[in-house]
């Protein structure tokens, strides 16, 4: 659906926004690119949508080079490319029902076809009892969701979400995670989440894409990365979250182990405990959900028994020391 080929993007200065961006995302995939601030990240948003044109190589969306698309196909390309925003990108004087409207009207949209269309999408997202009101009178959660109505107005194939929760609490993150993911699942719509929070990628994405001073330095299944980050960058990104923090005053043999799928319900460690007489310690830990998933990540201070035999049991389930 999407593809990125050699992608360049210098504006000047010293080193490039975005330099060697190689990238795929499948049709109806929710594909994560995330990075700090700095990283590339609006660029490449800007560059999908047509706002920008790369310095080299191509952006293709659906098998079309983008940069050669003149400004009656951009608009066209634009209507195919819904985007949200971290701040939601309303029009305060107008009400919720007229936000939603908005494009619409400026695709020169009948009267009959607005009234038929925006109580559907405002049902669509939660909001069917907000139409009058205006945004100053919602909270952030629900601006998002009346951003999310407006975006599918054109009944877009590809959701371009620029650090949508951002400005979020994490429940109201999760409830507009939540609800992206059941347009991905309803719709059939490719979803790019463009994040500085590893949080938001955990939550919903398949795959995921880490940026960092406009380069890839990693990607692949959010359990790959996420679980088994190879970049300093990436693992610099998982640990902003508090996990694996030093451990206060333990000074035996510590391990971690990380668990997924099926093998998160495995009770590994009492049967580790039972047959080699060592009893462990959680030090850290968190067991949680992935998209495709549950994942446990432990770390482990091991007391007493046969502690070799514990240590070589627990590698067999790919625990490192
Ligand atoms: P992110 O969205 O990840 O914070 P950006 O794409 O905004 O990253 O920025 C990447 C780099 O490109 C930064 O070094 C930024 O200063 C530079 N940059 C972004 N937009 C422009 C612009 N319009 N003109 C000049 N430099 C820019």
Known sequence: MIRLEGVHKAYGGTHAALADVDL??????????????GAGKSTLVRLLNGLERPSAGRVLVDGIDVAVLGPPQLRSLRRRVGMIFQNFGLLSSRTVADNVALPLRIAGASASEIAAKVPALLERVGLAEH???????????????????????TDPDILLCDEATSALDPETTRSVLALIADLNRELGLTIVLITHEMEVVRQVCDRVLVLHSGRVVETGSVADVFLHPQAAETRALIDEDGEHEAPIGFDGPIVRLTLHGQSVLDPVLTRIARETGTDFIILDGRIGRLKHGSFGRLTLGLLGGDTAAAIAALRNHGAVE
Not at 24 to 37: A, K, L, N, P
Not at 131 to 153: E, F, H, M, N, W
């Open 131 to 153: 139409g009058d009101k205006y945004p100053a009178q919602l909270s952030g959660g629900q601006k998002q969701r009346v951003g999310i109505a407006r975006a599918l107005t």
């Open 24 to 37: 795929e995302i499948g049709r109806g995939e929710v594909f994560g690119i995330i990075g700090r601030s």
